[in-house]
């Protein structure tokens, strides 16, 4: 089985995005993490965790997406076998690999099943 089998259509953010829209975006689409996108390229992701650490415990709301997301980005292509995907979600100790194309634009993500 390859990756494109299990892909998902994550929800993107761009680098600019407050941390109070992206609060918002994940409780209306009941997400616990969002991509961010940088000229329509994925350069790191944002979960629940980076919104209460990075921004809220530290009482500063005025930050961006730029400034809460992790990143590199860990990237596989559709064509990865899912074996070898989950095996580096192991090694990195992530639950999401985003897919990326030739071109290294998004085309979804992957969890950790």
Do not use: W
Not at 26 to 50: C, Q, S, Y
């Amino acid at each position: 089985m390859k990756v494109r089998d299990l892909i998902e259509k994550p929800v993107t953010v761009t680098t600019e995005a407050s941390v109070q829209e992206c609060a918002k975006l994940m409780k209306k689409n009941k997400t616990d993490f969002l991509i961010v996108l940088e000229n329509n390229k994925a350069v790191g992701i944002i979960t629940t965790t980076d919104i209460v650490y990075r921004s809220v415990s530290l009482g500063n709301l005025n930050l961006k997406a730029r400034d809460i997301m992790s990143c590199p980005l860990i990237v596989v292509f559709p064509d990865t076998d899912i074996d070898e995907a989950m095996e580096a979600m192991k090694n990195h100790k992530i639950k999401r690999l985003v897919v990326i194309d030739e071109k290294g634009e998004l085309k979804g993500i992957v969890k950790y099943i």
